[in-house]
């Protein structure tokens, strides 16, 4: 049984910074590129940044330059640090294996919220 359980999140200014965590089962970690993904009202839940084994990263272009996707794998957890936040970057925040199509992916922990408002 895959456990994902997010944390987080929560209520930030225009330009602040939050820092994610996602503590995965140890089994799944260790088998799987990771990544975080969000989904914000109305929209299609979308990959943000991912990691692989090797610690190779790749990010959307909406994210690049202000998002940092990081993974201890001793600690079978994967990170999100999130800074120069938008208005546009609230949404739900989802970690899971690196997949695309994201609807690929049929189970998921419960997310974190972010919401980003002055």
């Known amino acids: 049984q895959v456990q994902l359980v997010e944390s987080g999140g929560g209520l930030a200014q225009p330009g602040g910074s939050l820092r994610l965590s996602c503590a995965a089962s140890?089994?799944?970690?260790?088998?799987?590129?990771m990544a975080w993904y969000r989904q914000a009202p109305g929209k299609q839940r979308e990959l943000v940044a991912a990691i692989t084994r090797g610690g190779s990263t790749n990010y959307a272009d909406s994210v690049k330059g202000r998002f940092t996707i990081s993974r201890d794998d001793a600690k079978a957890t994967v990170y999100l640090q999130m800074n120069a936040l938008k208005p546009e970057d609230t949404a739900v925040y989802y970690c899971?294996?690196?997949?695309?199509?994201?609807?690929?992916?049929?189970?998921w922990g419960q997310g974190t919220q972010v919401t980003v408002s002055a």
């Open positions: 899971n294996r690196a997949q695309l199509p994201v609807r690929l992916i049929r189970v």
């Open positions: 140890g089994a799944f970690f260790s088998a799987n590129d």
